[in-house]
């Protein structure tokens, strides 16, 4: 924390007069105030702000005073980075230098143990993180500039000379950041005056940062891989099959629970689900002489073998022994459509046309302008998608968040409304299985939505969710202590589904085991792979949800790049995108960090998060069947630039929405529509991102409360 000191051990208490004294220090000098009385001051300063920034207690209260706590942050850096400069540039005695440095060491230290929480409420370990990364650049900056000035002539004239041609260089450097914030897959987010305008000075000074700027001191972020000498599957028959290249080591099998029926009561993740994983784990001895027989139900194992460990997942029971769900009467969503409803069918074109698949990947905590930073790869492949003639694809620049966190946004998306008016509340995912859809979900967090978010909706805690399940779920991997700490906090900055580092499991990224188990769904779910599942045929929604966003560096996400990017360019060249619509969209930007902290750039990102989606070309021309008079004229023709190809016109009747303000609300009534397809409620389809919404929406048209909406009409 010193850096540079180099005083004298001469008795002298005064500060030197050499160049390198700045003009508050001759100040101090001159008054001849003894040095012990500035620094009580500066560190009881520092102290009393970096107290006041712990404020807190409740979620509402921290989003509600943000500005206080970062400003009272800053104040305790400047503070603490006055009293380091002191130590460097005043002659003082050892004893006392060390004296100084000593009571700052004791005195972080007593503030860390005060508060090291790493969770809104109690957010200590958050603020010592916003601490560290401005001081320590802050203070290496003045460290070296008080070297160079030593050692340089004229430094004073290069100095002002870099600063000139730095801040031309910054300044170009945000206005191409500036210009490229409102660019998309295919298009811009346009400025009129019809449509409201983000809120303030939107200046992205984070596009500045190189990848991993803001956590490489957190450690390589990749996974390292583990020797893997085991080769595992399960057989169609659910035998398991291992091979060990260790002589002579034991193996054993983990058989992981199956989750997905377990009451709510159990499922809590703050306190319960991950020990009850472990808990109802059975762990196995595996031999070669005695086949090793899965239950029907265990979706995912694991295999150890010496050092070595790995998952091995399956989809189980197979879609030809899937019975078909029948719901319980009393809450049948089928007798719950509301208004008109349209029939579909009654058009020739689409009377054979059955209901498509639906793949929902819910990246948590990333906004658009963060998807097109971090994930280069993945809009480099959804870009190609704009060649298919047999799919659409629409990115919203307006879509716009109603809350603050996870849990106001995904209820709106899944429930369609954020404060449910009455008890047992069914989500989405009911409407499709209710109406013969296969129905899976992946949550790569080790928790469950249903509780998490809307657990206190239902009035009975003994049943998954009004005693209904889904086909599939995969939970249970992601449990584990390997990933998932099972003593301590589960949700630190060093490890767990929060952590600043690269979340990694076995050797792999934890999402690369989630993708692992949604290639082995789209194999098995899709019609045509054997007789039994032709004669079936049943179209399936499958929801998968990522964490990598939630994390107060921003640099986490950039990890899931990769296999992002291959599964959606899998789905371009598998054809599924002709029967599927493919949505990736993210509940709300990133909500912690410098970014969000103290710049209107992250509030205006918090608020805006990524949403793309890909419909069948038949659902795109069915859309302009229903569309208002007033609306038929306004499909957007969109330029789409291929690299070394010439500019290509393309019809994008889903573009009407893309410049209009848009919430998950709509994706609600978009989900409601495709479960209920061909006959939908004409409520719904009004409402759904199918249908042009209103022109010229404001924040209380939208339903977005005044205290988030960062886009009005000017």
């Known amino acids: 924390m010193t850096f540079a000191i180099h005083a004298s051990d001469a008795g002298s208490n005064e500060c030197t007069t050499n160049h390198a004294i700045s003009k508050t220090t001759r100040v101090l000098a001159v008054r001849n105030i003894p040095k012990r009385i500035y620094f009580t001051i ?69 503030l860390y143990l005060y508060d090291h929480g790493e969770r809104f ?18 203070n290496l900056v003045l460290a070296a500039l008080h070297i160079l000035r030593s050692k340089i002539k004229h430094f004073t004239a290069y100095f002002i000379i870099a600063l000139v041609v730095g801040g031309a260089a910054t300044t170009a450097s945000l206005l191409h950041y500036r210009r490229i914030f409102d660019q998309g897959i295919h298009g811009v987010l346009e400025y009129n005056s019809d449509e409201c305008t983000w809120v303030g000075r939107n200046i992205p000074f984070v596009d500045l940062l190189p990848n991993g700027a803001q956590n490489f001191w957190a450690g390589l972020m990749y996974c390292k891989r583990e020797q893997q000498d085991i080769h595992a599957v399960i057989d169609r028959n659910g035998e398991l099959h291992i091979k060990c290249g260790i002589r002579d080591s034991e193996i054993v099998v983990d058989v992981l629970p199956e989750t997905r029926e377990w009451p709510l009561r159990e499922k809590d993740y703050w306190k319960n689900l991950n020990k009850l994983v472990i808990k109802r784990t059975i762990r196995l001895p595996y031999n070669h002489t005695t086949p090793f027989i899965l239950n029907d139900t265990t979706q995912a194992v694991v295999v150890r073998c010496g050092s070595s ?44 046309k059955k209901p498509p698949n639906v793949i929902y990947l819910m990246l948590d905590a990333v906004s658009r302008r963060q998807f ?29 968040s109603v809350g603050f966190s996870t849990d106001n ?39 469950d939505w249903t509780k ?21 779920e995969l939970i249970a991997p992601f ?31 934890v999402h690369d085991w989630a993708f692992d188990y949604l290639y082995k769904l789209r194999r098995e779910l899709r019609p045509g792979r054997n007789k039994a599942i032709r004669a079936k045929d049943r179209p399936y929604m499958i929801t998968a949800t990522f964490f990598e966003g939630h994390e107060g560096t921003g640099e986490v996400i950039h990890t899931l790049d990769s296999a992002l990017a291959a599964f959606i360019e899998d789905m371009r060249d598998s054809g599924e995108l002709k029967d599927t619509v493919l949505i990736i969209a993210a509940d709300h930007g990133l909500h912690m960090g410098l970014n969000f902290a103290y710049l209107q750039n992250g509030r205006i990102e918090h608020q805006n998060p990524f949403f793309a989606m890909s419909v069948p070309e038949w659902l795109h021309r069915f859309t302009k069947t229903l569309q208002p008079e007033n609306e038929q004229d306004k499909h957007r023709q969109v330029k789409v630039k291929k690299e070394n190809k010439e500019s290509k016109w393309r019809d994008l009747p889903l573009a009407i929405n893309e ?26 389809w009004k409402k759904s991102l199918f249908y042009p919404q209103k022109k010229g929406r404001t924040c209380k048209d939208a339903g977005i409360g005044s205290a988030f909406c960062m886009c009005e009409r000017s």
């Open 659 to 684: 410049q209009r303000l848009i919430t998950p609300f709509e994706l609600h009534h978009s989900f409601r529509v495709l479960a209920e397809w061909p006959k939908f409620s004409m409520e719904s």
């Open 372 to 400: 097109h930073r971090k994930l280069p790869q993945s809009v480099r492949v959804l870009q190609t998608l704009q060649d298919l003639k047999h799919s659409h694809l629409a990115e919203l620049y307006r879509y716009h």
């Open 121 to 138: 409420e109690h957010h200590g370990f958050y603020n010592l993180l916003v601490f560290l990364a401005i001081f320590i650049p802050l």
């Open 479 to 509: 449990c584990q202590p390997e990933f998932y700490p099972n003593v301590g906090n589960a949700f630190g900055n060093f490890k767990g589904p929060y952590s600043i580092t690269a979340r990694c499991l076995f050797g792999k990224y």
């Open 42 to 110: 500066l560190l009881t300063v520092c102290t009393v702000s970096y107290l006041l920034a712990l404020q807190g207690g409740d979620l509402e209260y921290v989003k509600n005073h943000l500005d206080t706590i970062g400003f009272e942050v800053i104040i305790s850096v400047l503070s603490l980075t006055a009293v380091i400069v002191m130590l460097y540039m005043c002659r003082l005695r050892s004893g006392t230098r060390r004296g100084v440095l000593l009571l700052v060491l004791c005195l972080f230290t007593a």
């Open 309 to 352: 460990s790995t998952i091995v997942s399956r989809v189980s029971p197979s879609i030809s022994r899937l019975p078909l769900y029948t719901p319980p009467l009393e809450s049948d969503t089928r007798t719950k459509t509301i208004g008109e409803v349209f029939n579909a069918s009654s058009s020739l074109e689409y009377a054979n």
């Open 409 to 447: 946004n995904t209820k709106a998306a899944y429930l369609g409304e954020i404060f449910p008016k009455q008890r047992n509340t069914l989500p989405v995912w009911a409407h499709f299985r209710d109406r013969g859809f296969v129905t899976a979900r992946i949550e790569s967090g080790c928790d």
């Open 452 to 472: 998490g978010c809307n657990g206190g909706n239902y009035e009975h805690q003994d049943f998954a969710v009004s005693n209904r399940t889904l086909d599939y």
